[in-house]
């Protein structure tokens, strides 16, 4: 599609659940990124991909979250054991190319930890 | 530690006038400087980007400058108009790493 779609647009779980947040690429990128924003403005990256590949996880807390993005499915990034630290927004962008080339973001999913 | 830092957290501008949103790097690395732009409930758009290689890029109403010396970028906006009202965030991109590191962002409010 010409759009980053992603699912659910808002999820709700109670801690120590588990979450699990879909995202389906612009057709034809080869690279994912997955960002979360806690507080309204600060966006931190997670985890980046080439096709099914991770290629930078510095920004993921190894113990619970994981990250997948296989051929012909949408990418997910799970949560085991959620925290109530964990609820934010988490975002999904797609790029044909990185560097000076844009990433196209998705709407976000939000998750609420109660 | 935060690299980029875009000191001002909100600016109100007249429409019509000029809106100056600023950033700030530490990390002499990034090689390409990204705007994005963010309305409330959805994702941030792109804008416009810069290489660390020019000093001033311009589309339309916006302009990027580049500081390298100073590793300090602004983004003009003339003239500002109420649809410009978001937050921005400038995002620097190092080659040869997959993650782009996004600033504190600004929010904008351009007055009718």
């Known amino acids: 599609g010409e759009e980053v779609a992603q699912t659910p647009k808002h999820l709700v779980r109670g801690e120590g659940q588990k979450a699990k947040l879909y995202c389906a690429p612009i057709k034809g990128h080869s690279y994912v990124f997955w960002y979360q924003q806690v507080l309204k403005n600060e966006f931190k990256f997670l985890i980046s991909?080439?096709?099914?590949?991770?290629?930078?996880e510095t920004g993921m807390p190894k113990e619970r979250f994981s990250a997948k993005c296989l051929p012909n499915s949408p990418c997910s990034l799970e949560i085991q054991a959620t925290k109530l630290e964990d609820s934010a927004v988490y975002f999904c962008?797609?790029?044909?190319?990185?560097?000076?080339?844009?990433?196209?973001f998705g709407d976000g999913t939000r998750l609420s930890i109660l | 530690d935060q690299q980029v830092k875009q000191n001002s957290p909100s600016l109100s501008v007249q429409e019509g006038r000029i809106s100056i949103l600023n950033c700030d790097y530490t990390n002499s690395m990034f090689d390409y400087f990204l705007w994005y732009k963010k309305y409330p409930a959805e994702g941030p758009t792109f804008l416009i980007s810069i290489s660390s290689i020019k000093d001033k890029n311009e589309d339309g109403r916006f302009t990027v400058f580049l500081n390298k010396s100073a590793k300090h970028l602004s983004l003009h906006i003339v003239p500002s108009q109420p649809g410009d009202s978001a937050v921005y965030f400038c995002a620097p991109y190092t080659s040869g790493t997959y993650k782009y590191i996004f600033g504190t962002g600004t929010r904008l409010k351009v007055l009718a």
């Open positions: 991909f080439q096709n099914e590949n991770v290629f930078d």
């Open positions: 962008a797609s790029s044909h190319w990185v560097g000076e080339q844009p990433q196209h």
